[in-house]
T-cell receptor, first 113, second 110 residues
Framework: GAGVSQSPSNKVTEKGKDVELRCDPI?????LYWYRQSLGQGLEFLIY????????KSGLPSDRFSAERTGGSVSTLTIQRTQQEDSAVYLCASSLGVSQVLYFGPGTRLTVT | QQQVKQSPQSLIVQKGGISIINCAYENTAFDYFPWYQQFPGKGPALLIAIRPDVSEKKEGRFTISFNKSAKQFSLHIMDSQPGDSATYFC?????????FGAGTTVTVRA
């Protein structure tokens, strides 16, 4: 079956512009995560959605970052007024219920110039 | 603060050799320790995972060794193959939030 998909695969933007990154989770997966992978670093937790519960936003690095999940499926991560330090690969993952097995998408590589 | 420390940053092994990657953690509440494998341009994929009630888990050529008292765990790749060349991440969790190590890039020379 189809895995987690993300778009765009690459995004180059100028400092100060807003960007939106999209994630389509595996059908039927109720949990959705966003992680950030910076060069040479591990994956950094950003946000977690589970069903209709309030999301865990504790990993968002600043108030320039926000995310929403519509209809319990597609999610959008928005970064406002991008900075060069936002350059990274943004990974989305989904899981079935409270399973700790995460299925990652291929990521969106964001470059802020 | 990085809750899981991983070493080495990179390693090169000959085909047929053994690759060993080590991780250490501080949070004794962690109860789930997965390893993820990532190929260039792809997202990480779960390789193997262990819970602290066992000291070792083996799946094919991949083995996790777990030392609860030392708060350390390691991945052993036996009979390493060129197709194993990838970046490996250890992780730890006690809920839905995974804390990842910085990753180890493994290169298997034919």
């Amino acid at each position: 079956g189809a895995g987690v998909s993300q778009s765009p695969s690459n995004k180059v933007t100028e400092k100060g512009k807003d960007v939106e990154l999209r994630c389509d989770p595996i059908s039927g997966h109720t949990a959705l995560y966003w992680y950030r992978q910076s060069l040479g670093q591990g994956l950094e937790f950003l946000i977690y959605f589970q069903g209709n519960s309030a999301p865990d936003k504790s990993g968002l690095p600043s108030d320039r970052f926000s995310a929403e999940r519509t209809g319990g499926s597609v999610s959008t991560l928005t970064i406002q007024r991008t900075q060069q330090e936002d350059s990274a690969v943004y990974l989305c993952a989904s899981s079935l219920g409270v399973s700790q097995v995460l299925y990652f998408g291929p990521g969106t590589r964001l470059t802020v110039t | 603060q990085q809750q899981v420390k991983q070493s080495p940053q990179s390693l090169i092994v000959q085909k047929g050799g053994i690759s060993i990657i080590n991780c250490a953690y501080e949070n004794t509440a962690f109860d789930y320790f997965p390893w993820y494998q990532q190929f260039p341009g792809k997202g990480p994929a779960l390789l193997i995972a262990i819970r602290p009630d066992v000291s070792e888990k083996k799946e094919g050529r991949f083995t996790i060794s777990f030392n609860k008292s030392a708060k350390q765990f390691s991945l052993h790749i036996m009979d390493s193959q060129p197709g194993d060349s990838a970046t490996y991440f250890c992780a730890a969790s006690n809920d839905y939030k995974l804390s990842f190590g910085a990753g180890t890039t493994v290169t298997v020379r034919a």
